[in-house]
């Protein structure tokens, strides 16, 4: 477990860190079990994911604490799985995984991020746009939220 005052810091996934980042989305995503939302098993295939496209971790002398799936379409950049262990909540990490993908992107020469929710979670909808995204659509049960860089 690790406290608030340890340094936190970002950096590339490596196929090493798959199994402590896959417990990480598994705890994260664990909170919404009794919501009953179908909600994909986000944390298979990665080992593969890791080696296709960038993943990021942010870790501490702990550990990883949370993780983040970037995808580069042709038209954009896509989040697509940001996750965060409930014992790390509240240290500023999703936020900073956030942003840290924000600067890839544009980096990267992307003009704009995107990425899809569950309608029924609307604090993250909330979060996403506190910092800054909009929703662009529905469709489903998917919220799509966009952030130009």
Same mark, same amino acid.
């Given at each position: 477990m690790s406290t608030p005052?340890?340094?936190?810091?970002?950096?590339?996934?490596?196929?090493m860190d798959a199994a402590a980042l896959k417990a990480v989305i598994?705890?994260? &995503?664990?909170? &919404?079990?009794d919501r009953d939302l179908s909600l994909p098993a986000v944390?298979?295939?990665?080992r593969d994911i890791i080696a296709e496209t960038?993943?990021?971790?942010?870790?501490?002398?702990?550990?990883?604490?949370?993780?983040?799936?970037l995808r580069f379409n042709p038209d954009n950049a896509q989040i697509e799985n940001v996750a965060v262990s409930p014992l790390a909540g509240g240290r500023g990490i999703g936020k900073a995984l956030l942003a840290h993908a924000e600067g890839e992107a544009k980096s990267a020469g992307f003009s704009e991020l995107v990425l899809a929710t569950h309608f029924a979670l609307p604090e993250n909808i909330a979060l996403y746009a506190h910092?800054?995204?909009?929703?662009?659509?529905?469709?489903?049960v998917k919220v799509y939220m966009s952030k130009p860089l």
């Open positions: 005052d340890q340094k936190i810091t970002l950096r590339r996934a490596t196929d598994k705890a994260a &995503y664990a909170r &919404y079990d944390e298979d295939g990665l960038p993943v990021f971790v942010a870790e501490d002398s702990g550990g990883i604490l949370g993780g983040l799936v910092l800054g995204w909009q929703e662009t659509g529905r469709e489903g």
